[in-house]
């Protein structure tokens, strides 16, 4: 079997079968080559379920081969863009599912309060100053989470040796959820609330970090009003 055929057939057997020659990353050369397959990779781990491998190889090895396409250009482009919305469709049911399970498992907690449009918070720190309203300005710390615990947002600094800047933003000038939230709280206060995806980033998401129909999750420190 040639190396460019043994290739071909242990990249269709994932993980990569025993005829591959054992990498080395001493050249340059050897180096480069490795971050360009790291970074194919990557950019296939979250739509690898739905990627037909011998297809994908025809694809690669004729562009490595500088053979005629198969496809037109039109068709590939076509093929792509249904590809991409069957992709997004799956990912917002997916949404969808997982969103509702959470918020029913976490609705049912002691101490947590559903509002009428669906908010879920819980006081983690009662506050004893003033209440916020709309048009001020919150002076606060944060930190956003997915419901498996991924941080996409926070305004505490990870490095020990830097002190924490609190973040600032408008009561009406943020998701619905979360300026809902602000309005719950007094100066002093903690909470946790639970947003539902309709209260935050809806189908459309926030890409990269939040996909589409999620739920997020905030701790909340209400530092001051301005």
């Given amino acids: 079997m040639s190396a460019r055929r043994c290739l071909s057939v242990s990249l269709l057997l994932l993980p990569l079968a025993a005829c591959v020659p054992e990498a080395t990353l001493e050249t340059d050369s050897q180096r480069a080559s490795y971050g360009i397959g790291l970074n194919m990779g990557r950019s296939l781990v979250d739509v690898m379920e739905h990627v037909d491998m011998p297809a994908l190889m025809k694809g690669l090895n004729d562009g490595l081969g500088d053979a005629d396409p198969a496809l037109s250009h039109e068709e590939i482009q076509a093929a792509v863009t249904a590809f991409t ?95 809902e939230a602000l309005k719950l709280m007094a100066v002093g206060s903690r909470i946790r609330v639970a947003i539902p995806s309709e209260l935050a980033y809806g189908t459309a998401g926030a890409p990269p970090n939040i996909g589409p129909n999620q739920v997020l999750i905030f701790e909340i420190e209400l530092l001051g009003v301005q």
């Fill in 85 to 179: 919305e069957a992709i997004e469709a799956a990912a917002a049911e997916e949404g969808i599912a997982e969103g509702e399970a959470f918020l029913a498992d976490n609705g049912a907690r002691e101490g947590v309060i559903t509002t009428e449009s669906g908010l879920q918070y819980e006081v983690l720190q009662e506050g004893g100053g003033p209440a916020i309203e709309s048009g001020q300005i919150a002076v606060l710390h944060y930190r956003g989470t997915l419901p498996d615990g991924t941080v996409f947002d926070s305004s505490y600094d990870d490095d020990p040796a830097t002190e924490d800047q609190p973040a600032s933003f408008g009561v009406d000038n943020v998701i619905s959820g979360f300026s």
